[in-house]
C-alpha cells in the first residue's frame, strides 16, 4: 500500500466545497492500495460547444486525481503536493453519460512524484490518458 493513511471515497468526497472538482461534479467512488477513481458527468459544465467532453474538463479530472492521490502519501502536517506540470492525450470524445478516471503511481518519492491517470468513458473505451507530475515541499 502507497498510503500514509488509506483514505476512503467518503472522506475524501467531504472534502471543502466550492473547488474546480466540486464545481464539475468529480466524486470519488472508489480507494485500492496504490489506486483512486472517480467519475464526472459529461454536461453542459463540462462539455465544449460541440457538446463533446472538454479536454480541458478531462485535465481536471487527471490533476484532481493525482493531487489528492499524492496528498495521501506525504505527511500533510509538514508537507504539501504541487502540481507542476500535466499532459493529457484526448483518445476519443464522450457525449453524456460519466467518465471514470483512475490514477495510480508511475514514482512517488520524497520531492516529486509522477502520476498516470486513464480516462475511460462507460463503454470502458479510453478517452485520455495523462500524466501529471507533482513537486513534494515542506512547509
Given at each position: 500500500?502507497?498510503?500514509?493513511?488509506?483514505?476512503?471515497?467518503?472522506?475524501?468526497?467531504?472534502?471543502?466545497?466550492?473547488?474546480?472538482?466540486?464545481?464539475?461534479?468529480?466524486?470519488?467512488?472508489?480507494?485500492?492500495?496504490?489506486?483512486?477513481?472517480?467519475?464526472?458527468?459529461?454536461?453542459?459544465k463540462?462539455?465544449?460547444?460541440?457538446?463533446?467532453?472538454?479536454?480541458?474538463?478531462?485535465?481536471?479530472?487527471?490533476?484532481?486525481?493525482?493531487?489528492?492521490?499524492?496528498?495521501?502519501?506525504?505527511?500533510?502536517?509538514?508537507?504539501?503536493?504541487l502540481?507542476?506540470?500535466?499532459?493529457?492525450?484526448?483518445?476519443?470524445?464522450?457525449?453524456?453519460?460519466?467518465?471514470?478516471?483512475?490514477?495510480?503511481?508511475?514514482h512517488?518519492?520524497?520531492?516529486?512524484?509522477?502520476?498516470?491517470?486513464?480516462?475511460?468513458?462507460?463503454?470502458?473505451?479510453?478517452?485520455c490518458?495523462?500524466?501529471?507530475?507533482?513537486?513534494?515541499?515542506?512547509?
Amino acid at each position: 500500500m502507497i498510503w500514509k493513511v488509506k483514505p476512503t471515497p467518503e472522506y475524501i468526497n467531504s472534502f471543502p466545497q466550492k473547488s474546480m472538482a466540486d464545481h464539475l461534479g468529480i466524486e470519488v467512488i472508489e480507494v485500492g492500495d496504490d489506486y483512486i477513481t472517480a467519475r464526472m458527468p459529461v454536461n453542459e459544465k463540462t462539455v465544449q460547444p460541440l457538446g463533446l467532453l472538454h479536454g480541458g474538463a478531462s485535465c481536471v479530472l487527471a490533476e484532481t486525481l493525482g493531487s489528492i492521490a499524492g496528498a495521501f502519501c506525504i505527511d500533510p502536517t509538514k508537507q504539501i503536493i504541487l502540481g507542476v506540470e500535466i499532459n493529457a492525450n484526448h483518445i476519443r470524445s464522450a457525449k453524456s453519460g460519466y467518465v471514470y478516471g483512475t490514477v495510480k503511481p508511475i514514482h512517488v518519492g520524497l520531492t516529486m512524484q509522477v502520476w498516470g491517470i486513464e480516462i475511460f468513458n462507460e463503454q470502458k473505451k479510453l478517452v485520455c490518458i495523462s500524466r501529471l507530475t507533482c513537486a513534494v515541499r515542506n512547509m
